[in-house]
């Protein structure tokens, strides 16, 4: 059973800073796409950013862009998610995806991603 598990939310200013991590276990092949989405107050759950297996290989939201860094640790199945600049219109619950399925390309959609993290809760105040 594949788990993935989220920590690094919490409280913080406008401007400020946090690191996301979101660490996979159970399956012994690495995933090939890793993700985080978000979903605010009052909104529908959407994409912020995702990492492929290869250095570079990266997509993000253009309102988190220049702001948001996505990183993979390959081998030790981490996905990291550093978020500088931070606006109060960030704050979300952030959720961990993966996907095992390497014939799947739409890294920005919701159905793409077999296993999802509980979420963790990122606040920013103004």
């Known amino acids: 059973q594949v788990q993935l598990r989220e920590s690094g939310g919490g409280l913080v200013q406008t401007g400020g800073s946090l690191r996301l991590s979101c660490a996979t276990s159970g399956r012994i092949f690495r995933p090939e796409t890793m993700a985080w989405f978000r979903q605010g107050p009052g909104k529908e759950r959407e994409f912020v950013a995702a990492?492929?297996?290869?250095?570079?290989?990266?997509h993000y939201q253009d309102s988190v862009k220049g702001r948001f860094t996505i990183s993979r640790d390959v081998a030790k199945n981490i996905v990291y998610l550093q978020m500088d600049g931070l606006k109060p219109e960030d704050t979300a619950v952030y959720y961990c995806?993966?996907?095992?399925?390497?014939?799947?390309?739409?890294?920005?959609?919701?159905?793409?991603?077999?296993?999802w993290g509980q979420g963790t809760q990122v606040t920013v105040s103004s």
């Open positions: 990492s492929g297996q290869d250095f570079g290989d990266t």
């Open positions: 995806a993966a996907n095992y399925n390497p014939l799947v390309t739409a890294v920005r959609m919701m159905a793409s991603y077999e296993y």
